[in-house]
């Protein structure tokens, strides 16, 4: 475990987080008190930013995960049939 102050961090700032992804935590202090750590994702973690933000708003109710997620996606279902839609637009341009 390491400790660094702000001013030192703030200038070493890549050092550290080499440091930390190395699995070491480093601690990071202001007046010698300490602020914040920085460690190493969880092993659960994905490795991608945007699955950490969207496991976060399903955490906090955004957004609800579906009950049974499906693979690919949903089936499509047409609107109306091809006969109807020729139908439909034979009518809409009689007047041209």
Do not use: F, H
């Amino acid at each position: 475990m390491r400790c660094v102050g702000l001013k030192v961090l703030k200038n070493r700032l890549s050092e550290y987080v080499k440091i930390a992804a190395a699995g070491e935590t480093v601690l990071v202090t202001d007046r010698d008190r300490v602020v914040a750590e920085l460690t190493a994702p969880a092993s659960t973690r994905g490795a991608w930013v945007s699955d950490a933000l969207l496991a976060d708003a399903v955490r906090q109710g955004w957004v609800v995960p579906p009950a049974m997620p499906q693979a690919g996606a949903p089936p499509r279902v047409p609107v109306c049939s091809w006969a109807d839609l020729q139908s439909d637009l034979d009518a809409a341009r009689e007047d041209r």
